[in-house]
């Protein structure tokens, strides 16, 4: 399992450090690390030598091999020409695999593959390329992100609306799971 523990819980590699080693003893074995946070109710992008010591320390703190998915965000920071460069730092610095985040149309991705020396992870969902492209585009890891949860929040959505609005109950899809084979899914978690 990958922990997706945002920009590490602390802006020092002594926090990061910290975060790692709780994902560690929770049972993961990788995590995505980003470089921004938020301040003052904006997202701010990290500095790169901080974010390069940052994945040093999660590197150093890990007793056990941790796979480490470096997210940057210089696209949402409309920064996208910068995202090569910053990749390959953070590969540098001891990540495992390139996250650009919202990188979503074939020739950008193609490009960033290219551009980029080590793996590439894509966020996939509505709007991106599928599995079988995405693997001819070279891309190496593909995350979903909060995609599917947020499907299953659009199913709850939509049914809680037909129940209020008609009292019915179409939008439950044939396929729903039994409850007991539900239950299954969650064994051992004890």
């Known amino acids: ?3 997706d523990i945002e ?3 602390g802006e020092t590699p002594e926090a990061v450090a910290e975060t790692i080693r709780g994902v560690l003893e929770a049972g993961a074995v990788g995590v995505n690390l980003e470089d921004s946070w938020e301040r003052n109710g904006r997202r701010v992008l990290a500095d790169l030598t901080l974010q390069e010591e940052l994945i040093r320390a999660a590197r150093e703190a890990a007793a056990i091999p941790l796979a480490i998915n470096a997210r940057t965000d210089v696209f949402l ?7 090569e460069a910053v990749l390959n730092a953070y590969l540098k610095a001891g990540a495992d695999c390139a996250f650009p985040i919202v990188v979503r149309e074939p020739p950008p991705i193609a490009r960033m593959v290219a551009a980029v020396a080590g793996p590439v992870n894509i966020l ?11 693997q001819r585009l070279g891309v190496a890891r593909v995350s979903f992100g ?3 949860a947020r499907a299953a929040l659009g ?5 809680a609306n037909e129940l209020k609005s008609a009292g019915t109950y179409s939008s439950f899809p044939e396929d ?3 409850s007991l084979e539900a239950n299954r899914l969650f064994e051992g978690l004890r």
């Open 124 to 134: 996939a969902g509505p709007g991106a390329p599928s599995i079988p492209d995405l």
């Open 146 to 148: 909060s995609a599917l």
């Open 176 to 178: 729903t799971i039994p």
């Open 1 to 3: 399992m990958t922990a």
């Open 7 to 9: 920009a590490g819980y």
């Open 155 to 159: 199913l709850t959505r939509r049914i």
């Open 77 to 83: 920071h409309r920064l996208g020409d910068e995202a």
